[in-house]
């Protein structure tokens, strides 16, 4: 095999982060570096770590406290592409703390752009974002509509974006970003909705839906979002955005109904309502033609196999699964 192409991952613990870095491993074409604030958990959550032979190396280091450590590892590494996938991403939390929401994902976010406008060797620089930045989403709603954040998340999202876009215009910086609808897997957050009805349910408590769970989503398998993500990494253009989504949302209440299904039990007994969520958007719905188009990309992974596939993965766990915490932990 020949020199292999160097990829580094921002926030390779994340849920997307290591799923990415798991698809770069299996095409056995890519040297990864990866870079996250906290030590590596376990295979239970990062599916890379599976692999024997895989060329990664990982790097505890933080966006917003060591800047100078990251860029030195850049300028030592000289990477082809750079995949970030680092924020404060969780929506409901960020009205406690909006300021530290700022600081991640807009101040730490400029700073980096900043620090490799000038880096020559960097090909691509793929930036996560989020639909989040529209607030709610009906319609067609394709990558030129107008931001309209309502949630401190968000807002700092799209701050950050748009400071992007400026070292685009300014000093053609190769920034491509990706804005993708829900994601869902094996070894996501367990505090996320989908996976956490299955713990409810094979623990015996009633999973609270939101709102009744009416607020539409577009969920989709997170194997199918990294797919679309590399295609993007190696193909994007300069400045542009690019949706990845599904064919269509579904409401929330009509996910955990399904979860009840695959595994027999009753929708109505497993379940009730709660208040719906400060600022939750009503629905979620992007169009993701462009990509389609551009790269010949497309989901190829049903709910209905998704969802069995979280199922499966908890099961498979559980031992190890119930011993962990439930509730999403905030670090500063």
Request: aromatic share 10%; hydrophobic share 40%; net charge positive.
């Amino acid at each position: 095999m020949g020199k292999k192409t160097k990829v580094l991952v921002i926030g390779s613990n994340s849920f997307s982060g290591s799923d990415f870095i798991d698809l770069l491993l299996e095409r056995e074409k890519y040297s990864v570096v990866g870079i996250s604030r906290s030590a590596e958990k376990s295979a239970l959550f990062l599916p890379y770590k599976i692999r024997k032979n895989g060329d990664f190396k990982f790097y505890r280091l933080d966006l917003n406290r060591d800047l100078n450590r990251i860029i030195g590892l850049v300028d030592r590494f000289m990477p082809d592409y750079i995949v970030n996938f680092a924020a404060q991403s969780e929506v409901a939390p960020s009205w406690k703390n909006p300021g530290q929401w700022f600081q991640t994902n807009a101040v730490s976010i400029t700073n980096l752009a900043n620090a490799l406008k000038d880096k020559m060797f960097l090909k691509r620089y793929v930036h996560i974002s989020s639909p989040e930045v529209y607030g709610t989403c009906q319609g067609v709603v394709k990558e030129d509509y107008p931001v309209n954040p309502s949630t401190p998340y968000a807002a700092s999202k799209a701050a950050g974006d748009l400071s992007l876009f400026t070292f685009v215009k300014n000093f053609n910086f190769p920034m491509t970003m990706i804005r993708s609808t829900n994601v869902y897997g094996a070894h996501q957050q367990l505090f996320k909705i989908i996976p956490r009805s299955v713990i409810y349910i094979k623990s015996g408590k009633t999973i609270e839906l939101h709102g009744g769970g009416q607020a539409v989503k577009s969920y989709i398998h997170i194997r199918d979002i990294s797919k679309g993500e590399l295609l993007a990494m190696e193909n994007g253009k300069t400045g542009a955005i690019y949706h990845l989504s599904p064919d269509q949302g579904i409401a929330v209440k009509d996910v955990v109904r399904i979860i009840c299904e695959k595994m027999g039990v009753s929708f109505e007994q497993a379940t009730k309502v709660v208040t719906e969520r400060l600022g939750q958007d009503a629905a979620y719905v992007i169009d993701s033609t462009k990509a389609r188009k551009e790269f010949g990309w497309k989901p190829v992974i049903s709910m209905e196999q998704g969802l069995v596939g979280v199922v499966s993965w908890i099961e498979n766990n559980w031992e190890k699964i119930k011993k962990e915490p439930l509730e999403y932990i905030h670090r500063a």
